[in-house]
């Protein structure tokens, strides 16, 4: 399958401070980014729908100005987690797919911690 | 918000036992696809569906498309403990662009 790359795999930081995580489609152009937080034990959920040159479309509790989603390219998207605090440590996982009926593929996760 | 419900989400068996999973929803799907994630890792795509009444194999693994497209499920024959692991559906619908995921499976194989 098609590669997905995500970085970093985990971060720490201290509350207050931003976080910014990459996703990265390594071998095709992903027209579509799906940003996704999933809590120990649970499922995913999406936070948001990116595509390439638009601003990102929130899923409804999804704070816009504390999740901020680029997805300037055709191969890379960033989510920044603004003014971090402990509720917000979580797995984060972004996916990517080239055109609405192919498949989507994932990146291996980001596990932020918020101290 | 479309509704997509998986069931059961644990399931905990002895190796050799056969298993499904179900995921259905209210509308229908453009396509449906399984997944399979390890803890700390991303799902990793197992198969997609995208015919009514499709069914695709993967070893031990059954994959069936609903002929509606509502509902699709998973049966594994014969489990072994390497089958441990989360279970994910996640499916495209027509009015949407979203992928969105059912509560998932978490399945348990004991030696």
């Known amino acids: 399958g098609a590669v997905v790359s995500q970085h970093p795999s985990w971060v720490i930081c201290k509350s207050g401070t931003s976080v910014k995580i990459e996703c990265r489609s390594l071998?095709?152009?992903?027209?579509?980014m799906f940003w996704y937080r999933q809590f120990p034990k649970q499922s995913l959920m999406l936070m948001a729908t990116?595509?390439?040159?638009?601003?990102?479309?929130?899923e409804q509790g999804v704070e816009k100005d504390k999740f901020l989603i680029n997805h300037a390219s055709l191969t890379l998207s960033t989510l920044t987690v603004t003014s971090a605090h402990p509720e917000d440590s979580s797995f984060y996982i972004c996916?990517?797919?080239?055109?609405?009926?192919?498949?989507?593929?994932f990146g291996q996760g980001t596990r932020l911690t918020v101290v | 918000t479309q509704l997509l419900e998986q069931s059961p989400q644990f399931l905990s068996i002895q190796e050799g036992e056969n298993l499904t999973v179900y995921c259905n929803s209210s509308s229908v799907f453009s396509s449906l696809q399984w997944y399979r994630q390890e803890p700390g890792e991303g799902p990793v795509l197992l198969v997609t569906v995208v015919t009514g009444g499709e069914v695709k194999k993967l070893k031990r693994l059954t994959f069936q498309f609903g002929d509606a497209r509502k509902d699709s499920s998973l049966h594994i024959t014969a489990a072994q403990p390497g089958d441990t692991g989360l279970y994910l559906c996640?499916?495209?619908?027509?009015?949407?662009?979203?992928?969105?995921f059912g509560a998932g499976t978490r399945l348990t194989v004991k030696p």
């Open positions: 990116s595509n390439e040159g638009s601003k990102a479309t929130y």
């Open positions: 996640a499916g495209y619908w027509y009015n949407n662009n979203d992928m969105r």
């Open positions: 071998d095709f152009q992903a027209t579509t």
């Open positions: 996916s990517a797919r080239f055109r609405s009926d192919t498949e989507a593929f």
